[in-house]
């Protein structure tokens, strides 16, 4: 890192806060004094998970040995935990200097349409990393001309993980569509053996938005978010059949699993199938497991050739605490040592296009491929293509679906999160 360029940051981000002042515009809870620490919100606590952020602290101890890192990272998969208490903090005017927000609707819907975060145009253009960003990230960390984050990593969302040996012992190959899908799984369940490992709620929430995707393909799954797919058709039906079918197949005890302890049925042979992203792949490794040996993966059923991506990514605080040093970790994340410790142990790949492919196993390496080739999509769970309040209608009907498996009621409950939140209005 060129400490220069992090001196010049650092006046610049000095001058923006005298100039806002000045202005008479000081965005509530206006900056104290630096205290030469950062204190960085996610929620990166579990296996997989902390390794990748402890790899990625380690880079900014290195280039910023003076400056204090302080890991606020709440428990809770996919963030239905830190998300509420981050929330909480933004309401009480006690934001944490930088957190985790996803690239999509996520961050624009909610942090930049709450006026939560400060523009990083300057930082992008100091760090050049407008050459090295993907050129389709941009505009889903943008609004009006300005950046609003930094994305660490690409993460995919439609992998199907197996266990090879489960899956050999009983005759069955690895599916492709959702019918060889169906009828790998009745001759599992018939053998007694579990086969769809599923967790807590938003990991059903996970599963969804890949049958959606695999039973629609991928333009009618992107009409879902842009009004051009009606949530009332027949297709969309066909998908939750086809989701409610394959919730037959999963263990009883869901609810009581995080996506760590789901995924780990299919690693210790109690379960054949789990639909996680590809922080699961993190996971497997942290627990000494073989890519091809211990586990496989693929699409999930029905998208082969499509990569439903999404993209955590780092924000400055509005009324940061030390916004010098919050821009020091934003820069580590946005940097190649940052990323290139980071991706690796985390289970994804980098946001940067210039990463060493080297440093990555077998699975990152075909995850980089695809990502370079395949029609790429954008993921509901992880903040992607749907704002905060239609997201949360959404979850909800699924919540009284596990309860109820009416398809029909479900459907009409999204369709009217699609009037009501969404771009059916
Ligand atoms: C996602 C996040 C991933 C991973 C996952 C499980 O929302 O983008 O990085 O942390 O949750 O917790």
């Keep these: 890192m060129n400490k220069k360029i992090f001196a010049l940051m650092s006046i610049l981000v000095i001058a923006s806060i005298a100039i806002t002042a000045c202005g008479g515009a000081a965005p509530t809870g206006a900056p104290a004094a630096g205290g030469n620490s950062v204190e960085v919100f996610s929620w990166w ?19 910023y040995p003076d400056v204090e890192f302080v890991n606020a990272a709440v428990a809770g998969g996919a963030g239905t935990n830190a998300r509420a208490v981050l929330a909480t903090r933004l309401q009480a005017g006690d934001p944490p200097d930088s957190w985790q927000g996803h690239a999509g609707q996520e961050l624009i819907g909610t942090y930049v349409a709450g006026g939560q975060i400060e523009p990083l145009n300057d930082l992008y253009e100091a760090q050049g990393w407008l050459e090295v960003m993907p050129e389709t990230l941009i505009p889903l960390i943008s609004d009006n001309g300005n950046i609003y984050s930094v994305p660490v990593n690409i993460h995919r969302a439609n992998v199907l993980w197996y266990n090879p040996t489960v899956l050999a012992d009983n005759g069955v190959e690895v599916p492709a569509t959702m019918d060889e899908w169906f009828a790998a799984m009745d001759t599992l369940k018939a053998a007694g053996v579990t086969p769809l490992a ?49 919730l037959t197949y999963a263990n009883s005890d869901s ?44 699409a999930t059923p029905g998208s082969g050739g499509v990569f439903q991506f999404l993209s955590d990514s780092f924000v400055l605080a509005v009324g940061a605490p030390d916004p010098e040093a919050a821009t020091a970790w934003l820069t580590v994340a946005g940097s190649k040592a940052g990323q290139e410790a980071f991706n690796p142990v985390k289970g994804s790949i980098c946001a940067r296009t210039d990463c060493d492919k080297s440093l990555f196993g077998v699975y990152l390496q075909s995850a980089m491929d695809d990502w370079a080739s395949n029609v790429v999509v954008g993921s509901l769970t992880h903040g992607v293509v749907a704002n905060d309040s239609w997201k949360t209608e959404i979850d909800t009907a699924l919540g009284l679906f596990v309860a109820d498996s009416n398809v029909d009621t479900f459907q009409s409950a999204l369709v009217a999160a699609c009037a009501s939140s969404g771009p059916c209005k």
């Design 45 to 63: 606590t579990g296996g997989g998970e902390a390794a990748g952020l402890e790899a990625m602290i380690k880079v900014f101890n290195a280039e």
């Design 255 to 298: 609810a009581s699993l995080s996506w760590q302890d789901a995924a780990q049925l299919v690693i210790n042979g109690d379960a054949a199938f789990n639909v996680m992203g590809d922080w699961a792949e993190g996971y497997f490794r942290e627990l000494g497991k073989a890519p091809n040996t211990d586990y496989g993966w693929a």
């Design 198 to 246: 599923v967790g807590e709620q938003w990991t059903k929430l996970h599963l969804l938005e890949t049958v959606l995707l695999g039973t629609l393909g991928a333009d009618a799954y992107n009409g879902l978010w842009d009004g051009t797919t009606d949530w009332a058709s027949a297709d969309v039906t066909a998908a939750l059949e086809n989701y409610a079918k394959a």
